[in-house]
């Protein structure tokens, strides 16, 4: 129930050559309280609802829970998340022994690419690839939830 993830951003689009998976994701919060976010995610025909609590201050770890929960479900609870949605395109890409989720941004945080990488203990190595750019890990401004309430759109 721990995560323990990098984040950074991405310099290329050739990671949708390498990609083995590629899925709409539109999600919303009900609850953005830094202490704990509440996230209700529709991923493909999927709805998940998730807890996260509060990052470590170097980012790379938190408590994470997270539950199915039906499509009809997630979009109810979409209707009731504070203002913000986040929509974007999740592609899957394994390098090495890891997959890395990148996330290509639409409408609000149009032009935002992020790749992640979970890792089982903050040490790990993990192979780089090329399209990978500035780690971002910690960054509170690249959190979904920041980008909810302060698009990528706002910062120029």
């Given at each position: 129930?721990?995560?323990?993830?990098?984040?950074?951003?991405?310099?290329?689009?050739?990671f949708?050559?390498?990609?083995?998976?590629?899925?709409r994701?539109?999600?919303?919060?009900?609850n953005?309280?830094?202490?704990?976010?509440?996230?209700?995610?529709?991923?493909g025909?999927?709805?998940?609802?998730?807890?996260?609590?509060?990052?470590?201050?170097?980012?790379?770890?938190?408590?994470?829970?997270?539950?199915?929960?039906?499509?009809?479900?997630?979009?109810?609870?979409?209707?009731?998340?504070?203002?913000?949605?986040?929509?974007k395109?999740?592609?899957?890409?394994?390098?090495?022994e890891?997959?890395?989720?990148?996330?290509?941004?639409?409408?609000?945080?149009?032009?935002?690419?992020?790749?992640?990488v979970?890792?089982s203990?903050?040490d790990?190595?993990?192979?780089?690839?090329?399209?990978?750019?500035?780690?971002?890990?910690?960054d509170?401004?690249?959190?979904?939830?920041?980008?909810?309430?302060?698009?990528f759109?706002?910062?120029?």
């Amino acid at each position: 129930m721990i995560e323990i993830e990098r984040k950074f951003l991405v310099i290329s689009e050739d990671f949708k050559k390498e990609s083995h998976s590629k899925t709409r994701i539109v999600q919303g919060f009900l609850n953005t309280n830094p202490e704990r976010t509440v996230r209700v995610r529709l991923r493909g025909d999927t709805g998940f609802l998730t807890v996260k609590g509060k990052s470590t201050d170097d980012g790379l770890k938190r408590f994470e829970w997270e539950k199915e929960i039906s499509k009809s479900d997630a979009e109810a609870l979409l209707l009731l998340c504070e203002k913000g949605v986040i929509d974007k395109v999740r592609y899957d890409i394994n390098v090495g022994e890891h997959t890395f989720e990148v996330d290509v941004f639409s409408e609000d945080n149009k032009g935002l690419i992020l790749a992640e990488v979970e890792l089982s203990h903050q040490d790990e190595v993990f192979e780089k690839p090329e399209w990978l750019g500035k780690e971002v890990t910690g960054d509170k401004r690249y959190y979904n939830s920041t980008l909810s309430k302060n698009p990528f759109n706002t910062w120029i």
